[in-house]
């Protein structure tokens, strides 16, 4: 019988926080897309409790699950839920020390940057449009073109951070570290109608890259 790593790449994927009011509560939420677009590589998606912060056992969760790659996805404004922050602050921090690969996608790619000392700037024109990229690296298999969901953008990198990609109008698109396998994109793969090849190539090549 093969083993759980052998069937597959598995994966801890951080989760967004919504507030149901109706309801009373408070909710660890995850696009069904984005499980659907890591299973198309290969991978086995395993969602992070956000609540496991609070009494110092996301450590024990985390070696339990010993994933392979991490990936931290989008939703919320970083500040908004503090759980949430100090939950990826804990996996990138783990990425970093364990040289686990990582992937931030768009709000997860601005927690690596601010995790790593950039500060966001305000961005206008950059919800529910599309964009095209300008390759500033090699390695990287650009797709044609984007989706754009955020309100926050960067025009600089964290020390130890490279650009990657920038859109039509100068704004970073994409960063790599210059030395651990972690890579940041402000588009979503899960939210293209046909799921990008080349998102996928650059996925498998970044957790290949370890």
């Given at each position: ?38 299973t198309k590589a290969g991978c086995l998606p395993v969602p992070v409790p956000n609540t496991l912060i609070e009494d ?29 922050d100090e939950t990826e602050r804990f996996l990138l921090e783990t990425s970093r020390q364990k040289k686990i690969p ?109």
């Amino acid at each position: 019988m093969k083993n759980r790593k052998e069937q597959s790449i598995t994966v801890a994927v951080s989760m967004r926080v919504d507030v149901i009011e109706s309801y009373g509560e408070t909710r660890d939420a995850l696009d069904e897309n984005l499980c659907r677009w890591l299973t198309k590589a290969g991978c086995l998606p395993v969602p992070v409790p956000n609540t496991l912060i609070e009494d110092n056992t996301l450590k024990a969760w985390f070696e339990t699950i010993s994933p392979d790659t991490i990936v931290l996805s989008g939703g919320n404004n970083i500040g908004d839920f503090k759980n949430r922050d100090e939950t990826e602050r804990f996996l990138l921090e783990t990425s970093r020390q364990k040289k686990i690969p990582l992937l931030g996608i768009c709000r997860g790619m601005q927690m690596m940057a601010v995790w790593a000392g950039e500060e966001l700037q305000p961005v206008e024109g950059h919800v529910r449009t599309r964009h095209k990229l300008a390759s500033e690296t090699d390695g990287f298999s650009m797709p044609e073109s984007v989706n754009s969901y955020h309100d926050f953008g960067m025009m600089t990198v964290p020390e130890n951070f490279e650009v990657i990609a920038r859109n039509d109008d100068g704004i970073i698109e994409a960063i790599g570290h210059k030395y651990l396998p972690m890579e940041g994109w402000m588009w979503h793969p899960e939210r293209e109608k046909e799921f990008s090849s080349e998102d996928i190539e650059n996925l498998k090549r970044l957790i290949e890259s370890r």
